[in-house]
């Protein structure tokens, strides 16, 4: 395997500064401290609005009238689910896996069938899984709305939410997933339902953009990395967390992202630079093929969106090995495996120049690719991919990626 490239630039030495500090609390102007976005970028977008810029406002409209739908939106927790845990426990994590279904063949329907690529629509109806995403979609909301107008009214109702899921006793989840993703008559839970957390590490950088508020406080700050350290632990010991650790393809690959994430949010950097540095062996040579293909995606009913959704967990971990001086961007293994190359060999598919030749059981969206070439001309600095933007569905002038990777940034590599 080749060794990993280490990069030693400004931006990587603003971000590590800010990682010193044990729990920072940071003034509104203040370098972001995120792992997965881009903090640079998402600074040069803030001083721009703040400048009125013209070609920002639409997005930060819209960023902020969903900002103001959230204030009126009740807290979610885990004790709002229908379906009660085998523990009898409702602080307990509770869900369905999405793809098994009531046996036809038996009069109970048990034990549950499997019917890959079709979603049962039990699970998001009577468990935690829905509660979960819904509470995250809301936090990111208004911490980012909060990070570029400094409106208090989102930090409070951005802390009120993570308090009610992560930190009241009389509401807050415990800190596992045992029960993630039970099949009725088969388990009560699998290592598989890990994959239901994968959104928590852009939870994480939404706390991040909170520092400054005079409602997200120290006490919060540390009551929250206490909960990540819990969970982390529980990730990292339990047979459910041992086993998700193992999984080789998309699951393995949040998997790493996942602890990864809470390792650098929790103060453990030496833990994070251990797990990121397995990433090239372990996920970039082992599900990337020499032309980019990711057989294991591929294999999938859904084999476009499996695609991105692991192309997506590598360009995250990626992003989380900038705040360790780690360059995963352009690993390439002797045979010219890489995430680059995944995301290469996805363009012509996106664009219209090929035809998709596997099964893709719902919508096909080529315009799904756009945030990842945005993401990646800005990474790069490479003027295709602004050209293969250019062949998709442009994104409205009001999307929120016009925040996060800034296009007038982005469209000047293509001159």
Not at 208 to 235: D, E, I, K, N, P
């Amino acid at each position: 395997m080749n060794s990993i490239a280490c990069i030693f630039s400004l931006t990587c030495a603003i971000l590590l500064n800010d990682l010193t500090i044990p729990v920072p609390i940071f003034a509104v102007n203040s370098m972001p401290r995120v792992f997965i976005i881009d903090a640079v970028a998402l600074r040069s977008v803030k001083l721009r609005t703040q400048q009125n810029s013209g070609s920002l406002k639409p997005a930060l409209a819209k960023l902020t009238r969903g900002a103001d739908r959230a204030l009126i939106s009740a807290a979610l927790s885990v004790m709002h689910k229908e379906l009660a845990p085998p523990s009898g426990d409702r602080h307990d994590y509770v869900s369905l896996a999405p793809y098994w279904w009531p046996n036809p063949n038996t009069h109970n329907g048990l034990p549950y069938v499997r019917r890959d690529g079709e979603i049962n629509p039990e699970r998001n109806s009577i468990a935690d899984r829905q509660n979960l995403e819904n509470m995250v979609t809301l936090v990111k909301t208004l911490a980012l709305a909060y990070y570029f107008t400094a409106n208090e009214d989102y930090a409070k109702q951005a802390t009120t939410m993570l308090h009610v899921w992560f930190l009241d006793p009389s509401t807050r989840m415990n800190p596992h997933l045992k029960y993630a993703q039970g099949i009725p008559g088969r388990n009560a839970g699998r290592a598989a339902g890990i994959i239901e957390s994968h959104k928590l590490p852009e939870l994480v950088d939404a706390v991040g953009l909170l520092a400054g508020s005079a409602t997200w406080t120290q006490a919060h700050q540390r009551q929250l990395q206490s909960w990540f350290t819990a969970f982390l632990t529980w990730l990292l010991e339990s047979p459910e967390g041992r086993a998700e650790a193992q999984a080789e393809n998309n699951h393995g690959t949040w998997y790493d992202v996942q602890i990864a994430s809470f390792g650098l949010f929790t103060g453990r950097r030496d833990f994070a630079h251990r797990v990121l540095s397995d990433v090239p062996r372990k996920r970039i040579a082992r599900q990337i093929e020499p032309n980019g293909g990711q057989p294991l995606e591929l294999a999938r009913a859904d084999s476009w969106s499996y695609s991105l959704f692991n192309l997506e967990a590598l360009f995250d971990a990626a992003a989380l090995g900038d705040h360790l001086a780690m360059d995963l961007w352009n690993f390439e293994t002797a045979d010219k495996r890489s995430t680059r190359k995944a995301l290469a060999w996805l363009i012509p598919f996106a664009t219209g120049e090929k035809r998709w030749p596997l099964r893709q059981q719902s919508r096909w969206q080529p315009e799904r690719l756009a945030p990842f070439l945005q993401r990646a001309a800005l990474r790069y600095r490479e003027p295709s991919y602004v050209t293969a933007l250019g062949k998709l569905a442009a994104p409205s002038i009001d999307s929120r990626e016009r925040l996060l990777y800034p296009m007038d940034e982005v469209s000047s590599y293509a001159k």
